[in-house]
């Protein structure tokens, strides 16, 4: 089976940095996503990581470390519109696709 | 099409009646993925497809729910005697799912089913 955790929520200033942690357990891995979800929209791709190290785009960067089941979400210089569901999700043989259960982002001026 | 499109947007239901959800995923995409979403939720898996098979059915919650899909396209989740539980947004995803890796799967807008 597949166990995906990241943090419920976060609070992050305007102009500043969060980082947001996921660890996985899965049967087979195919690569790791982030989705971006605003209240009451479906969700957008961000960044998709299969090997280990930092991608980085724009203000947002995704890491992986697959030797410890674990990945982060930078998001540099925060907007307001940044505020959003934050979701990480992996993908296992056969191309399934599960997903954690989000972090809601608050970011405040 | 040019997206995922999801069909009805919305949908009210009285408990007992039977719903039928549709996708039509991006042309050409092989993967096909059903979540359900609560209210300030994650997804939760469903059942995803491979063409037309569903190597996966182990998240659909009752024996209530099925899908299926022909044609290696358009996919419908059919939930027999809904039930208030029932109630959330139904989300459909399509990727390209060929090769090794996973690709980036494409979110239809939602079915938002509310059983009264």
């Known amino acids: 089976g597949q166990n995906i955790d990241q943090p419920t929520e976060m609070t992050a200033t305007e102009g500043a940095i969060v980082q947001i942690n996921c660890t996985y357990q899965?049967?087979?891995?195919?690569?790791l996503f982030w989705y971006q979800q605003h209240a009451g929209e479906a969700p957008t791709f961000l960044s998709y990581n299969v090997l280990d190290g930092l991608e980085e785009k724009g203000r947002f960067s995704s890491f992986l470390s697959r030797s410890k089941g674990y990945s982060y979400l930078l998001l540099k210089e925060l907007q307001m519109k940044d505020s959003a569901s934050y979701l990480c999700?992996?993908?296992?043989?056969?191309?399934?696709?599960?997903f954690g259960g989000g972090t809601r982002v608050l970011v405040k001026p | 099409g040019a997206g995922v499109s999801q069909s009805p947007s919305n949908k009210v239901t009285e408990k007992g009646k039977d719903v039928e959800l549709r996708c039509d995923p991006i042309?050409?995409?092989?993967?096909l993925y059903w979540y359900r979403q609560s209210l300030g939720q994650g997804l939760e898996f469903l059942i995803y497809?491979?063409?037309?098979?569903?190597?996966?059915k182990s998240g659909l919650p009752s024996d209530r729910f099925s899908a299926e899909r022909t044609g290696g396209s358009v996919s419908t989740l059919t939930i027999q005697r809904t039930q208030q539980e029932d109630s959330a947004v139904y989300l459909c995803?399509?990727?390209?799912?060929?090769?090794?890796?996973?690709?980036?799967?494409?979110f239809g807008q939602g079915t938002r089913l509310t059983v009264v």
């Open positions: 899965t049967s087979g891995f195919n690569g």
């Open positions: 042309s050409g995409h092989t993967a």
């Open positions: 497809f491979q063409g037309n098979s569903a190597p996966d």
């Open positions: 995803a399509s990727s390209l799912g060929t090769g090794l890796r996973n690709t980036e799967a494409f």
């Open positions: 999700a992996v993908g296992a043989a056969g191309n399934k696709l599960t």
